[in-house]
């Protein structure tokens, strides 16, 4: 059963912006709060960041900190991901996932994901 739907990724220039966005068709997302994680091939799945149920509070890992903002609409049950300046290390699939307490940063915390977006960052 689909939870949630990951979009908006593609190939991009280094220095370029790309806004993904998370849905969660007929299901209410203001309940949760929503994070995305990314994971390169190879690499384990790392924490991006994280947005509070009602959107006033977020938080970012330091790898993405002044370059990516996460911010949500309730009324239309999504989270997008906005990212400028990406870098070639940005590469990645990126995945969103609802939980229960905006303080979850470890992917083991959460119990629903999107099945990812891929992100490619050319140098």
């Known amino acids: 059963q689909v939870q949630l739907v990951e979009s908006g990724g593609g190939l991009v220039q280094a220095g370029g912006s790309l806004r993904l966005s998370c849905a969660a068709p007929?299901?209410?997302?203001?309940?949760?709060?929503t994070a995305w994680f990314r994971q390169a091939p190879g690499k384990e799945r790392e924490f991006v960041g994280t947005i509070s149920r009602s959107g006033g509070d977020t938080k970012y890992a330091d790898s993405v900190k002044g370059r990516f903002t996460i911010s949500r609409d309730n009324a239309k049950n999504t989270v997008d991901l906005q990212m400028n300046s990406l870098k070639p290390e940005d590469t990645a699939v990126y995945y969103c996932?609802?939980?229960?307490?905006?303080?979850?940063?470890?992917?083991?915390?959460?119990?629903?994901w999107g099945q990812g977006t891929q992100v490619t960052v050319s140098s």
């Open positions: 996932a609802k939980g229960l307490s905006f303080t979850f940063t470890k992917p083991g915390d959460f119990g629903f």
């Open positions: 007929g299901r209410t997302f203001s309940a949760y709060a």
